[in-house]
């Protein structure tokens, strides 16, 4: 099963999490987290690790109106809330990998309508910012 959704860029990573971000505005996601695991892992398991998993964030991007509704549908639902968005490059990697979680996951869990209808107009979304990012290249 594929629970993400995912493009990868000729963009040095920097430039991507940048543009990541401002494609995630764009359609109505903030950043309400940020975690640097390579970061996290040079201070926890040392360069090593750090070197083996590359540059790598986890952005968790909530678009307030959509887990509004899906709250009010689902309270449990908070738990897959925000929606992960993953920039990751290894140091060997000639392009940079933006992964996001696939909202339809949500519908996998909940048989309410309106979760379904959140999912959807989440998931058109995030298509929309990975796709924005391809245009972004070069």
Do not use: H
Not at 10 to 21: H, Q
Not at 67 to 81: C, D, I, T, V, Y
Not at 99 to 118: C, N, R, Y
Not at 126 to 136: D, V
């Amino acid at each position: 099963m594929t629970y993400t959704l995912a493009t990868t860029v000729s963009l040095p990573w920097a430039e991507a999490v940048e543009r990541t971000r401002e494609a995630l505005a764009a359609q109505g996601f903030g950043i309400l987290t940020e975690i640097n695991v390579r970061s996290t892992f040079e201070a926890k398991l040392g360069a090593e690790a750090a070197d083996a998993i590359g540059d790598y964030v986890i952005l968790g991007a909530c678009n307030p109106a959509l887990a509004s509704r899906a709250l009010a549908a689902e309270p449990q639902m908070g738990a897959l809330l925000p929606c992960n968005v993953v920039v990751r490059r290894n140091s060997a990697a000639d392009a940079t990998t933006v992964e996001a979680i696939d909202p339809q996951t949500m519908v996998q869990l909940s048989s309410a309508p309106s979760v379904k209808e959140v999912a959807e107009d989440a998931g058109t979304r995030l298509r929309k910012a990975l796709a924005s990012l391809n245009g972004a290249a070069g």
